[in-house]
């Protein structure tokens, strides 16, 4: 009865993290809705990591560093530290974003390079401390690392990150392109759409670059920039952050 109990969270879990990736955010929260109330271990770790991913997504930075932190103050799993170590890099990749968001650098720094140390770490956990870092610099007006974060990553951050996070890796690159518009000292209103208010709830200051670009690539992109925008339009990635890997 526990093995169907837990087989059947997983699969709500799973539903979840899909269906915010696809900006069905009203059929995630269906999805958590119907999760029994006394999940327990690693499938209560995934369950904060989705409730954090939700948070995140509607550009809940409070909700969704909370969410992280609960994974990260979970204590200790004897009986299954593989789980633990991969949960908690997504957790801690995730934190770093927030940080980051919240203009917290130093801590964010020290989350991502946690991360990236990690032997543990899942692409989608690396891709979100890149993004971390990445806030970091455009926060500094730190455009030519900026850039070349985004041209040594570009592959990561075009296979491993959701929907809304390709929309800020478009937009990081459009401001990389276009360093005299000084954009990220002139805040400006979203453009519609899920994704775009993602990219304004974690940097407002981006917000007028955080539409997705048909042509799949930012205009004027500096020589030796690729910018991330145009692999990403073209992944197939399909689902969440990956809860297949840990549960």
Known sequence: ???????????????????????????????????PKDVVGRMERAEALVRGQLALRRGQLDGARAACEEVLGSGSDLLDQSALGIQSDLARGGLALVLSAQGEAARAEREAEAVLGSELATPQARAKAHLARALSLASAGELTRLGALLEQQRRLLARATDASERV?????????????????????????????????????ELAALAEPDPRGYAAEVPDGVEPPAKLALRSRRRGGVGFALVL
């Open 168 to 204: 800020l890796v478009r937009a990081l690159a459009r401001l990389v392109a276009s360093p005299k518009q000084a954009v990220y000292r002139k805040p400006a209103q979203a453009t519609d759409g899920a994704e775009s208010r993602f990219v304004a709830a974690l940097a407002p």
């Open 1 to 35: 009865a526990q093995r169907a109990r837990s087989l059947g969270a997983y699969v709500l879990l799973q539903r979840a993290s899909g269906a915010i990736d696809g900006g069905r955010l009203a059929e995630a929260d269906a999805h958590l809705a119907e999760l």
